[in-house]
């Protein structure tokens, strides 16, 4: 596969992944691209078809799913959602790094695929301080609040297993968080520049 290794973020809610991402997206204009994903769930008011999502019925998604189409999968509140194949390496195909924004379930089904990205774990300092960080937000009920730290406390035991991750970033600064990120991405970030470039 040419182009630039894809980069698989992983880390609960709460833990900086998308203030990180948001960072790194304006200081390399151009040089990162998310893939499209594909969900079976109705388009809301200005989602785009092959912009936001692919939008598909639930027959096409699990033939995709069966015929190998699909890196990764899963069902969110009765619709599914997968990433393709395809969608990755039309990013790639643009020179860019595709950046993969994945939960610990689809790390695992990545881990069996021979996409062969950069799998880098974003960390809260606590359990605690990401409890403080999702209330601090005011977004959600109790109960959701709840869930949400189990599910994150679940991935941040997982996401000690040995050699899942090539990297794990605890964001306790977020300058600090943000060098490291930059620091282990520096290679392909060079390489996507340099094929710009020449």
Do not use: W
């Amino acid at each position: 596969m040419a182009g630039p290794r894809p980069v698989v973020l992983s880390g609960p809610s709460g833990a900086g992944k998308s203030t990180l991402l948001k960072r790194l997206l304006k200081e390399f204009e151009g040089v990162f691209g998310f893939s499209v994903s594909h969900t079976t769930r109705k388009p809301r008011p200005g989602e785009a078809d092959g912009k936001d999502y692919h939008f598909v019925t639930v027959q096409e998604m699990q033939r995709g799913i069966d015929s190998g189409e699909f890196i990764e999968h899963a069902v969110f509140s009765g619709n599914m959602y997968g990433t393709s194949k395809a969608a990755v390496h039309a990013v790639q195909s643009g020179n860019q790094i595709c950046i993969l924004d994945i939960d610990m379930q689809g790390v695992k089904s990545i881990k069996k695929t021979d996409l062969n990205p950069i799998y880098i774990s974003i960390q809260p300092p606590s359990v605690e301080i990401l409890e403080k960080r999702l209330r601090d937000r005011k977004t959600e009920s109790e109960e959701s609040l709840q869930k949400r730290l189990a599910v994150a406390k679940r991935d941040i035991e997982i996401s000690k297993e040995p050699g899942l991750f090539d990297e794990a970033i605890i964001n306790d600064d977020l300058e600090d968080a943000y060098s490291k990120l930059k620091a282990v991405l520096k290679e392909e970030i060079n390489k996507a520049q340099s094929s710009k470039d020449s």
